[in-house]
Structure formats: structure tokens, C-alpha cells
């Protein structure tokens, strides 16, 4: 059966809406199967060991004693109480976590993970992303046009990428990409309408873009991963692991990829003038008032379309922004644009190493990834305890699902790496986790017809033992798992990928590529394992 479609509407087909956003937040809680859900914006998975204690707390006492990374690196409580959400509400502003009621849901920010901390990149990003945020938190100057803002949806996405290509491909609404020389790129929507390629991964909960299904458009999907699920913490962009033979170490980073090569993520101007993927170059000090001025003029040419769009790539094609209106809003605020010069990302563009990422000034970061994107609050109070004892005392969750811990001593990484290991979370590239994802499943969502992620946990327990068929993390295909034909989260754009999907007898398990096309076999819930290590190894 063929996929469901993506949120990009071709042409002028722009989706018809008779409702508002319902995406939850930390205030609009969602009710699920398993109780409500709340979703914590973290703009660019950035926050403190003490906030991240806070949280954990809040899972225990208030929820189901979990925590849910999601595609934006968000952080998601389940099973609370219908009645929490005063007193939820009130931890969060306590802790710094709600700086606004009124901009809770528009707090959409995604970042590269490793900025500042592994000497790759044209900048560090965090500064870009704590600016943009109290620009979205309202705290703009008067007569700066930015007061609108909280009028974006839920699903609107802003991506601060520090040159290195990660977080540029994920297809954020409003991307900035930092560049050389203290200048960056500001792109609305995608160039062209297509993007650039999309970082490979063999991490686990490996998908694409967290544009691919964006299925919780609808109130009954509104617990489904956030837009979709997102590549896993990667060794490296064409799925080659990148550790020496110190376990849980990563080499730096290749040198830079060649303009027009094959890592080359810099956007190509559109044949004939697409006004999608409008595309400028800004000075650095001003890429959060850009970002958010950029956002602004998607909102003029939502009310001047008349449509519920939610999403650029959903503006009718008449109705898109130009580069020409991007550049009268921005000079009208005072920001200077400078011609776009060619150049290419610093290294070839890749989802976060899993291990010991080491620095140029002597400090290392721990970069780890969690299964399935979910943690027990002792797994996650153990990750804030480590970074206030021996690290910055900051944490970055990461849009693959990962968590990345910066500041430690070399001894020190290596200390908290093996107790994270011991954990269970995945600190080296071999693991078998490395390209597995899943939908929420049953007890979660009424609509499953199985409980996908355990199916999962049981088939990577069968791949580790030998019972399944494993090869080189490089040659297996991701695999996705799925509790019925709506299939929230499975991989979008350009790969191959396992679909197996809960039937209600079993599972069918098949091979799809982007067109949608499969070849598969109906198999029962004790054969899945095989069937799944048999088609990752197809080619």
C-alpha cells in the first residue's frame, strides 16, 4: 500500500483547515490513551542539569516516570494526571522552562548540537538561539514589527545551523546558516522547494525530516512524535562508523567537502525565480531579528492567502514571499544584506557522533543516543547528575534523539561514558539500535494494534544475540516500526527503508523507497525478528 502523503502540498494545494493548531505544548495538554501528554519546548535542546532535574521529577510524580526526546529536541511527559496542568505549569515557570504563556507552543528551535564544542563550524550557535528565543518569548522593542509572533503554529521551525550542514537539512521553515567571514545565510522555506540532500544515518530512531509525516496534524495524532521521527545520532553522514579502536571514541571530523560536492549542502537558486527558498545573506549580529523578521512575512502571506497554513512548504505557490519582499522587510528594519558568496559547510553534512567528541581548547563532550528516543527519569536524572559533577552543567538534546553532555575533562568523558553505557544508552556506533525507530504504539495510542515498541526492542534483542541475520551498520537498511496503516514518523525523502507495520494477526514486513513502492511478507509476531535482520540487509 502506498505511503501517506507529506504535509507539501504540490501546487497550489494548500491544505484545507477548519480548526486551529492543535499541537501540544507545556499549557495545551493532549489526551492519550495512557493519560495526557505535555510537551517541553528546550529552543535548541538546550538546558541545565537543575532544569532537567526538575523534569525528571515531574515524570515521576506527576506522570509515567518517562521522558520522551522528540525530532525537535523537546522533551515529552506521559501519562499525567488530566487535572496536572496548573501544577505542571507552575514547576515549569519556577525552573525557567515557561518564560511566556502566551509563546509556549512557538518556542520551535532546532540547533547543531556540537557548536562551540568540537571546533567545527563557522560560529557558535547557542548565542543565535537564546536571542531568537527571547525574541519569540516577546521580548522585542517596541515598533520592531515582532509582536505578532505568537501568532506562528506549533509546527512552524526555525533551525540555527552553525555551517556544518546538520541541522540545515532538516527542512526548517526559517534556516540560518552561519558563514564565513561573521555573515550567514537566511533561508525561508526550502531552496527551490526541495532542500538540500538530507544527512544519511544508521542511528537509532533513523528517519529523515522532521517534515516527513507530520501526522499530528489531526487532535487524535497529536501524540504521535513530533512531525516525525528524525535521523538518530550518526557516526558519520554516508553511515561509516568514524571510532578508532579506543571504544566510544570519535576521530574529528574530514576536512571540509569541495563546493559541488557530494557533501555540498549549499542550496542551488531555483530554475526560473522560485519565490520558495528565498535565500539572503546577513551579517551574524543580526540572525535572530532576521530569523524572526522572516517569520513575520510567512504570517502576512498566511492572512493574505486566506489559508490555514501552518508551514511555508504549505503556502500557495501565488502567495509565497519573495526575495524581493524579504529584502524590503529587512532593510526597512535596519538589517544590511550582503551579496551571497559561495561556500561549502566545514565538514560534510552528518547527524552528531555517538561517544567521546573531543575539543580544541582540551575539553571533550559526551554525546549519547537513547533508544527509541525514550528514558526512564533515573536514566535522565543519571545524565543531569553527570553533567553538573563532572561536565558544564548543561545539556543539549538533540534533534536525532540524542543527548550531548559538553565540558568534561578527557578522564572524566571517559568515566561517564562507560556509567551511561552500563545505563543503557548508546555510546558507541556499532550498536544494533542504530537505525530502529517506532511510532508510539499501544498502551500510548488507541489506534495501534500492537505494542511496536517492545516489538522492536525484542528484534534488536534478536540482532545482538545472533538470532537475527546483522551486517555492518553501514549496510543495514533503517527499519520502522508501526502500529497501523497511518504510519506517524516512518521515514521521509530520499531512502530505503523496512516498514514494519502491525496487521492485527502479525506483521507485514516490507522495503519501501521514497515512490512508495514495497515488496514484502506477512509474518507473525514470533518471525518478525528474522523477516526485519533478512530485509535491513537488502540492497
Known amino acids: 500500500m502506498p505511503l501517506p502523503p507529506t504535509t507539501a502540498p504540490p501546487g497550489d494545494e494548500t491544505p ?17 490513551d495512557d493519560g495526557a501528554l505535555a510537551r517541553v519546548r528546550l529552543p535548541a535542546g538546550l538546558l541545565t542539569a537543575r532544569q532537567a532535574l526538575v523534569l525528571a521529577l515531574a515524570a515521576e510524580e506527576l506522570g ?22 496548573a501544577g505542571l505549569a507552575a514547576r515549569l515557570r519556577t525552573a525557567g522552562l515557561l518564560p511566556s504563556d502566551r509563546h509556549d507552543r512557538v518556542r520551535n528551535i532546532v540547533a547543531s548540537p556540537l557548536s562551540g564544542l568540537d571546533g ?17 518569548c516577546g521580548n522585542a522593542p517596541a515598533g520592531s514589527g515582532l509582536a505578532e509572533l505568537a501568532g506562528l503554529s506549533g509546527r512552524f521551525l526555525f533551525a540555527l545551523d552553525d555551517g556544518r550542514g546538520d541541522v540545515a537539512a532538516l527542512g526548517a521553515d526559517v534556516t540560518l546558516i552561519a558563514a564565513p567571514d561573521g555573515e550567514a545565510v537566511l533561508r525561508l522555506g526550502s531552496a ?25 496534524d489531526a487532535p487524535d495524532h497529536a501524540d504521535a512524535p513530533e512531525d516525525a521521527d528524525a535521523p538518530g545520532v550518526a557516526a558519520r553522514q554516508d553511515g561509516r562508523l568514524v571510532a578508532d579502536d579506543t571504544p566510544g571514541r570519535a576521530r ?69 514571499v519573495t526575495a524581493d519582499q524579504l529584502v524590503g522587510r529587512l532593510a526597512e528594519a535596519g538589517i544590511q544584506l550582503a551579496s551571497l558568496a559561495p561556500h ?12 567521546l ?13 537513547v533508544p527509541l528516543g525514550r528514558l526512564t527519569a533515573a536514566r535522565w536524572r543519571l545524565l543531569a547528575e553527570l553533567a553538573a559533577r563532572g561536565g558544564s552543567g548543561e545539556l543539549r538534546v538533540t534533534p536525532w534523539r540524542g543527548v550531548v553532555l559538553p565540558g568534561f575533562s578527557a578522564g572524566d568523558a571517559e568515566a561517564a561514558l562507560r556509567e551511561l553505557a552500563d545505563a543503557g544508552l548508546v555510546t558507541a556506533p556499532h550498536s544494533p539500535w542504530f537505525g530502529v525507530g517506532a ?73 519501501r523507497d521514497a515512490t512508495g513502492s514495497a515488496r514484502g511478507v506477512d509474518v507473525t509476531a514470533e518471525q518478525v525478528a528474522g523477516a526485519v535482520a533478512a530485509a535491513r540487509g537488502t540492497t
Open 16 to 32: 484545507a483547515r477548519g480548526r486551529d493548531d492543535a499541537c501540544p505544548g507545556a499549557l495545551r495538554l493532549h489526551s492519550a
Open 64 to 85: 509515567d516516570g518517562r521522558l520522551d526526546l522528540t525530532s525537535r529536541g523537546n522533551l515529552q511527559l506521559r501519562g499525567l494526571d488530566a487535572g496536572c496542568g
Open 120 to 136: 567545527a563550524g563557522y560560529a557558535d550557535v547557542s548565542a543565535w538561539a537564546r536571542e531568537l528565543d527571547a525574541l519569540l
Open 192 to 216: 527551490g522547494g526541495h532542500g538540500p540532500a538530507r544527512p544519511k544515518s544508521t542511528a537509532p530512531n533513523a528517519t529523515e525530516s522532521p517534515d516527513s509525516t507530520d501526522h499530528h
Open 252 to 320: 574529528p571530523p574530514g576536512p571540509p567537502t569541495p563546493a559541488g560536492g557530494p557533501g555540498d549542502t549549499k542550496p542551488k537558486p531555483a530554475p526560473g525565480g522560485d519565490p520558495v527558498g528565498a535565500e539572503l545573506q546577513v551579517r551574524a549580529s543580526d540572525v535572530p531579528r532576521a530569523a524572526a523578521l522572516a517569520a513575520v512575512a510567512f504570517l502576512d502571506a498566511v492572512r493574505a492567502s486566506g489559508t490555514r497554513a501552518w508551514r511555508v512548504s504549505e503556502l500557495p505557490a501565488r502567495h509565497a
Open 344 to 355: 561549502s559547510p566545514t565538514t560534510a553534512p552528518s547527524t552528531p557522533l555517538v561517544g
Open 357 to 369: 567528541v573531543a575539543g580544541p581548547d582540551g575539553r571533550c563532550a559526551v554525546s549519547v543516543a
Open 439 to 511: 511510532c508510539t504504539g499501544r498502551p500510548g495510542c488507541a489506534k495501534s494494534l500492537a505494542d511496536v515498541r517492545a516489538e522492536a526492542a525484542r528484534a534488536v534483542a534478536g540482532e545482538a544475540s545472533g538470532d537475527g541475520r546483522p551486517g555492518p551498520a553501514r549496510s543495514r537498511l533503517p527499519v520502522y516500526f508501526s502500529g497501523c496503516e497511518r504510519r506517524c514518523g516512518h521515514p521521509g525523502g530520499p531512502v530505503r527503508w523496512v516498514d514494519v507495520l502491525a496487521t492485527g494477526d502479525g506483521y507485514q514486513v516490507a522495503v
